[in-house]
């Protein structure tokens, strides 16, 4: 009996413990507010070459107070006038800004940040870039022994002006960007009815977002790596993700070619970011760029396979992945090419396409934003570069011009040098022709670059809740009309100078429709016809009713090494293998190489167009590759002796329950100590008395039948 007296009593604590804290519990729900976890965006921690930068809070959570923040008074009150040890700020996003987190973390009091969007907002007030006025800058093609001239300064006319450098901070707190507006709502709510005299009780919140990563990308890569049974913890994983490539002459075999092709290598940027991007990494003016490169791949697609092959010089459509955390996607095929493993790595066991050399690469033509394009294009090129090239970047920009409707492209001001892209990654390593097509000159047009508001409204398309698909194609057709022009222009200007003629084919045609439609899917609803004839028969895949993110997140491959790629990535690859390919009978059984080794093309079954109930499914044969976009430093998941010379990202690691919003009213410290002592007087009242009647029990409980 005494044995089991503490087993029980243990037992029952834990019992009791386990009903008041399961969030199922009746008690629990009296005490907290949970809000679902889909319900807010959060700041996660990455890691660079460097440093750790982003948010995360301690390990068993942050607590603070709210204090609602809608106005500049209201930022001075807070930091002057607030008494607390303990806040949890609720800050309208019109006030949200990097120089309002360094008052906070210089404050001492603020234990995490919730961001809301007041009732009828649109887009913020004031333009707002969480990216640094001088984006990728760290690895860029200027410094001290190459243009210094040229270098961007951030307090002398910067690239992008309303940038402050927020993505770039280690923030020691959570930060949630609250995405429904009634939870947001709930919150002013409570705020407004106990915490406006900061009187207790107040009402509370606890932000949970602890994560794993610290120090730097290496050391973290590196203690993940040798993890051993005893530390059996994984920390981070290294950012990355897959370039896609497709070439229009179709390439061929290492052991077939006898000299190499001079190729015209045309490329653009695929992914995105933001400060808060789990949920939301629109970058959508950035999006008009790789939109514009699928409508010049759809239009030079259009000759005729005998057209293609006549070609003097083959030319490469390339969507880079990565591009938004120091070029990661354009870095990896440089040295893939100097490695002479591109398109594919070596494989002598298969028969693959011949390597292209960065020897091979006869120019570059990059399309960057041009979301905000109007009559005028801006052709930007390396000055120092382009002197040696003159006469070819003129005769670029004349045959652009010679077939351009309702535009006009001229070159850029050579004051500022060569915007923030991925030529200048090209450019590090080789000196040839290239440039960037913008619709800008010296800064970019876009005001909120890298944010989570670079998204239709700032393309200038006003919709709301209630606007339907119909209405949004209609919005959606100036931009594509312009678009159009761009990339047909583009597409024109290629041929002429892939070709030995100056002829330019009727074949070279673009229905601006088409333009519409990729709008419409990869910035407003990637549930659409087009996305949907472009899956691939053997998809499970779901599109949603919303634009995918096009956050680039870790690089990832399956047990066999085979990509592991986001759905936004693999649509994109399946549009370009449409649009450059050939298109063979409807046969599924014989939509494969004749060769199981065979690795010049590649073969898609796809879904094709509903007619009467019924889709026409379609095969493609594709000179189409999708290769590694991961920072060289690692190499077979081992980093190399080059970590300093490339740009080596890394996300940290979470569990599925780290992330945790709860909302509570809190008590001062006195009544909690009160309500403490009086539990812990309880508890030894209840065990003397239980210890008391356990012990006494043969006293005060006779067996039955003696008296």
Not at 225 to 231: G, K, V
Not at 396 to 414: F, L, R
Not at 513 to 522: I, Q
Not at 671 to 681: K, R
Request: aromatic fraction near 10%.
């Amino acid at each position: 009996m005494k044995l089991l007296f503490p087993l029980w009593t243990i037992f029952i604590l834990g019992l009791s413990c386990d009903f008041v804290f399961s969030q199922t519990s009746k008690v629990y729900k009296l005490i907290y507010k949970d809000f679902d976890v889909n319900s807010y965006d959060k700041c996660i921690r990455l890691l660079n070459g460097t440093s750790e930068i982003g948010c995360q809070s301690k390990n068993g959570g942050n607590t603070g107070a709210i204090y609602h923040i809608n106005s500049t008074a209201r930022i001075t009150d807070f930091l002057q006038k607030s008494h607390l040890k303990n806040y949890i700020p609720l800050v309208d996003v019109n006030y949200f800004n990097n120089k309002l987190i360094q008052q906070f973390i210089s404050s001492g009091k603020v234990q995490g940040v919730l961001v809301y969007e007041p009732e009828g907002f649109v887009k913020p007030t004031n333009s707002w870039s969480p990216e640094l006025k001088c984006p990728k800058e760290r690895f860029g093609l200027y410094n001290a022994s190459y243009g210094p001239q040229y270098e961007c300064k951030p307090d002398n006319n910067p690239w992008n002006p309303p940038g402050d450098g927020l993505t770039e901070q280690n923030i020691p707190f959570p930060i949630f960007h609250i995405l429904q507006s009634e939870a947001a709502q709930e919150i002013i709510q409570c705020y407004n009815k106990y915490n406006s005299k900061e009187v207790y009780p107040l009402c509370s919140m606890q932000m949970k977002s602890h994560m794993f990563g610290a120090v730097d990308a290496p050391t973290c890569i590196r203690r993940t790596t040798y993890q051993t049974t005893l530390t059996p913890q994984m920390y981070c994983d290294a950012m990355g993700g897959w370039n896609t490539i497709a070439s229009l002459k179709p390439l061929i075999s290492r052991k077939n070619k006898t000299k190499s092709d001079s190729t015209i290598l045309v490329t653009a940027a695929l992914d995105s970011r933001a400060f808060m991007m789990l949920n939301t990494a629109p970058g959508n003016s950035l999006a008009t760029g790789f939109i514009t490169l699928l409508a010049v791949a759809k239009a030079m697609g259009g000759i005729s396979e005998k057209q293609k092959s006549e070609l003097n010089k083959n030319i490469m459509f390339v969507l880079f992945d990565g591009e938004a955390f120091d070029n990661i996607g354009s870095t990896r095929t440089v040295f893939d090419m100097q490695q002479m493993n591109f398109p594919v790595v070596e494989n002598k066991a298969m028969i693959q396409p011949a390597a292209i050399k960065l020897e091979d690469a006869d120019s570059i033509v990059e399309i960057g934003e041009l979301g905000h394009v109007d009559s005028q294009l801006y052709v930007h090129t390396d000055p120092i570069s382009a002197a040696l090239h003159k006469s070819r970047i003129d005769q670029i920009i004349a045959e652009i011009n010679n077939n351009a409707q309702d535009i006009n492209a001229t070159k850029a001001s050579p004051s500022v040098g060569l915007v923030p892209s991925s030529l200048q990654t090209f450019l590090k390593s080789r000196n040839l022709p290239g440039v960037v097509i913008t619709d800008y000159d010296k800064q970019t047009k876009n005001k909120y670059f890298f944010s989570r508001y670079d998204e239709l409204r700032n393309l200038n398309i006003n919709y709301n809740e209630n606007t339907t698909d119909e209405e949004m194609l209609q919005l959606l057709q100036p931009l594509a009309q312009k678009l159009s022009n761009v990339a047909l222009a583009t597409a024109k200007m290629l041929y002429l100078e892939a070709a030995a003629t100056s002829i330019i084919p009727p074949e070279i045609s673009l229905n601006t429709s088409l333009v519409t439609e990729m709008l419409f899917c990869y910035l407003y609803k990637a549930n659409c016809s087009l996305f949907t004839e472009a899956t691939s028969t053997n998809s499970v895949t779901k599109l949603p009713n919303f634009p995918y993110n096009r956050y680039v997140t870790v690089f990832q491959t399956s047990a066999t090494g085979l990509p592991i790629m986001n759905n936004w990535g693999v649509l994109s690859r399946n549009l370009l293998a449409i649009f450059t390919g050939k298109h063979l009978p409807d046969n599924s059984t014989t939509c494969k190489p004749s060769v199981s080794t065979d690795e010049t093309t590649t073969y898609f079954y796809f879904n094709g167009k509903l007619n009467n109930g019924t889709r026409e499914n379609f095969c493609v044969k594709s000179s189409s590759f999708v290769t590694k976009a991961l920072a060289p430093a690692i190499e077979d998941n081992e980093l190399t002796n080059n970590v300093e010379n490339y740009g080596l990202w890394a996300e940290s690691r979470w569990t599925t329950t780290t992330f945790n919003l709860r909302m509570f009213l809190q008590h001062d410290e006195v009544n909690q100590g009160m309500t403490l002592l009086a539990g812990l007087l309880v508890l030894l009242v209840s065990f003397t008395v239980v210890y008391i009647v356990d012990t006494k029990a043969e006293t005060l409980f006779q067996p039955a039948g003696v008296i």
